[in-house]
């Protein structure tokens, strides 16, 4: 009876199959009028108990948990990773928590995160299992290894790969045994090569001390670009710190501003895109729903269909966004940003360091020029051509194909799946597939 209640054909008889056994038990008919109005609009959505209980209790219990053990609850997410968010937002949120995010160290992370004490407050330590190409095999030999007295003794006994051994240098996680962390990378190679001559053995004798060579240090944006490719998380601090001068200057509320923000009013909002996701709707006029993450928190936005020339190839294959748009409220808890025009972040940044404010206004005062979908293969085209003679494609609606079940195509639709490459080669947003 509770699945029939989403058909209109069922309900009639589910209604008075109802009220039949209601009435046999001894309630009164007002009782069962108002109880099936209830029901009634369960069936639109709803959940049974058992659905329900299950989604409750652990909500309830990560609730406790946020609120009382911080620390642990963020290492426990960060290791089992079981939200459609990325890792970099949980870390953001530790932070707006006061709860210290300490780097991963070899000589004290082990495979899972794991909570510290740091100056009588908890912390979380990052995983070696984060770390971009590490095995199983190589991040248990790290942590049953450890400590570790200088570079060459990690290397000898932890035995990882070139490649991880780089990335954990480049990271800080070998910071530990001395000089910077381009000198690291340099006594690296000289240890590879000295494996490599001696058949895979270092000698037990002498060795490479890791003494300044002279190098310059990985500089800060040096610093975050390695946390973000090997980590996917800016560990050492939010990104978007970089940009707090540049967005102040243009006048960019917040997340934590936005909240006070009215309805209607139009804003400028700035952030690393967080997820975008793009649901089925029955016209076929495509919404695209974006996340961004400032470090004061999330805002959420609005793409609709009219706005799509002027956003959607930016909002797809872009990570740092600026957004122009209206602020909507439905409700006291409800808020959103309705998105009218999108630009790459780090395009207007680059723009601002040779052309000054002044060439940044000009770019954000320009209309958008349209953007044309690009010419499918000769694959795509035969495969549209088939599909459009099977569904039927409406002349005087250009690319949009119509389906016999009353869905719609976007014009876009035969296209690749827009945003699925991050230019650091890791996954640092949530994409839905959507629909085309």
């Known amino acids: 009876a509770r699945r029939g209640l989403g058909d209109p054909e069922s309900q009639g008889r589910i209604k008075t199959w109802f009220a039949q056994r209601a009435e046999e038990r001894g309630y009164l008919p007002e009782v069962i009028a108002r109880t099936w109005e209830i029901v009634e609009a369960f069936g639109s959505y709803g959940f049974c108990k058992a659905h329900a209980v299950a989604f409750a209790v652990p909500t309830y219990q990560s609730a406790w948990l946020k609120a009382h053990h911080p620390a642990a609850f963020y290492a426990g997410l960060l290791t089992h990773d079981p939200g459609m968010y990325p890792k970099r937002l949980l870390l953001a949120d530790a932070r707006r928590r006061g709860v210290p995010i300490l780097p991963v160290d070899v000589n004290r992370s082990s495979v899972a995160h794991r909570i510290e004490l740091v100056s009588g407050v908890w912390g979380v330590r990052l995983a070696l299992a984060d770390v971009h190409g590490i095995s199983e095999a190589e991040s248990a030999r790290i942590e049953a290894g450890r400590p570790y007295a200088s570079l060459r003794d990690f290397w000898q006994r932890a035995r990882p790969s070139r490649p991880v051994a780089e990335r954990l240098a480049r990271i800080g996680a070998l910071d530990a045994f001395g000089a910077n962390r381009r000198d690291l990378l340099l006594h690296l190679s000289e240890l590879h090569g000295a494996r490599r001559a001696a058949g895979g053995q270092l000698p ?3 060795g490479l001390l ?13 610093r975050l670009s390695a946390e973000l490719g090997v980590l996917g998380m800016d560990a050492s601090r939010h990104l978007m710190e970089d940009h707090t001068e540049f967005l102040n200057e243009l006048g960019v509320v917040s997340a934590k501003r936005l909240r006070d923000a009215e309805h209607g009013r139009t804003v400028l909002v700035a952030g690393a895109k967080a997820a975008t996701q793009t649901p089925p709707i029955r016209s076929g006029k495509r919404v695209v729903f974006s996340t961004l ?6 805002v959420d936005l609005a793409f609709f269909d009219d706005s799509h020339d002027a956003c959607a190839y930016t909002v797809f294959h872009s990570w740092l966004l600026l957004v122009r748009g209206v602020v909507q409220r439905r409700g006291p808890r409800s808020l959103s940003v309705v998105g009218a025009r999108a630009w790459n972040l780090a395009e207007l940044a680059e723009l601002r360091r040779v052309g000054g404010l002044d060439a940044v206004s000009a770019r954000l005062a320009t209309p958008p020029e349209p953007i044309e979908p690009a010419a499918p293969s000769a694959e795509a ?3 549209s051509e088939a599909f459009e003679t099977a569904a039927g494609r409406s002349a005087d609606n250009g690319r949009r194909i119509h389906l016999s079940t009353g869905y719609e195509l976007n014009p876009w639709a035969d296209l690749r799946p827009a945003g699925e490459q991050a230019a650091t080669g890791r996954k640092l947003w949530h994409a839905s597939p959507g629909s085309a």
């Open 293 to 298: 993450d400032d470090g004061t928190g999330l």
């Open 210 to 222: 890791t003494a300044s060579t002279g190098l310059p240090d990985l500089d800060d944006a040096e």
């Open 381 to 383: 085209s035969e495969a």
């Open 204 to 206: 037990l004798d002498g």
